[in-house]
């Protein structure tokens, strides 16, 4: 636009300056780039698929995203994968977690249809409708749910963070990574989890409490005991 000037920024001119400008850079990336390795160091040998994931008694299913109503497609995916693991006997309760912050958006009880449709039964199913975040899930599991081993369920490019988080809220977890193919909201996750890795690594660090805490809940250790009473599902 006219009036409008633009100055580029120049390299120092003198030797030591440059060489102290590309330490600086050398510095930036690796500073910037410690929160992926932190997160691909805690998913390491963690990443399994539905048929040789370690048995667990839950499975964890994080939110992600209704459409007029109804499970998003990679969130039907990871859903799928979760019923997968329930009917094979891997696991034998399912907590769902996501959003529910208005009372024309609710998650869970999406998440809850679309599993007992597919053959979960509805006593096998919790629901944590304070699921805002990934940490928010991962902590209300082990906190407020008392989570102590699961299996997490979520896209691939998400897996590691979620595995990370949830390592750091104390639960011994296993992930279940759901295969995409290659769109335009693959790469956009993608992306977003280079963005979201520093703020992973700060909760983690500092593990401030979820947005939402409350008082502990049975439902998980009464879907149990139900499970427990009832045997494993029939084939």
Same mark, same amino acid.
């Given at each position: ?13 003198? %030797?030591? &300056? ?15 780039? +410690? $929160?992926?390795? !932190? ?22 299913? *994080?939110?992600?995203? +209704?459409? /007029? ?7 039907? =995916?990871?859903? /799928?994968?979760?019923?997968? +693991?329930?009917?094979?006997?891997? %696991?034998?309760? @399912? ?24 053959? %979960?039964? /509805? ?11 990934? !940490?928010?899930?991962? @902590?209300?599991?082990?906190?407020? *749910? &008392? @989570? ?9 490019? =998400?897996?590691?963070r979620a595995l990370a988080l949830c390592g750091a809220a104390g639960l011994d977890a296993y992930g279940v990574g759901v295969a995409e193919r290659r769109d335009v909201t !693959? ?18 660090? @500092?593990?401030? /409490? ?6 502990? #809940? $049975?439902?998980?250790? #009464?879907?149990?005991?139900?499970? #427990?009473?009832?045997? $494993?599902?029939?084939?």
């Amino acid at each position: 636009m006219p009036g409008l000037r633009f100055s580029v920024p120049r390299l120092p001119r003198s %030797v030591r &300056g440059r060489r102290r400008f590309v330490r600086a850079a050398v510095l930036g990336c690796v500073l910037g780039l +410690l $929160p992926m390795t !932190w997160m691909t160091a805690a998913g390491s040998g963690r990443v399994r698929t539905v048929a040789d994931v370690p048995p667990a008694p839950v499975a964890v299913v *994080f939110g992600a995203g +209704l459409r /007029d109503g109804t499970p998003s497609p990679y969130l039907a =995916h990871r859903l /799928d994968a979760a019923a997968e +693991l329930y009917g094979a006997g891997t %696991v034998r309760v @399912v907590l769902v977690t996501g959003d529910n912050s208005t009372l024309d958006y609710d998650e869970p009880d999406a998440m809850r249809a679309y599993l007992t449709a597919r053959g %979960v039964p /509805d006593d096998r199913i919790v629901s944590d409708y304070a699921g805002f975040d990934t !940490w928010d899930s991962c @902590v209300r599991a082990k906190k407020i *749910f &008392g @989570v102590e081993r699961a299996v997490l369920v979520t896209q691939g490019f =998400h897996i590691r963070r979620a595995l990370a988080l949830c390592g750091a809220a104390g639960l011994d977890a296993y992930g279940v990574g759901v295969a995409e193919r290659r769109d335009v909201t !693959w790469y956009a996750g993608g992306a977003r989890e280079v963005l979201a890795a520093a703020k992973a690594a700060l909760e983690a660090a @500092v593990r401030p /409490d979820p947005h939402f805490l409350g008082p502990r #809940e $049975p439902g998980v250790r #009464e879907a149990l005991a139900s499970a #427990e009473s009832a045997g $494993p599902p029939a084939p």
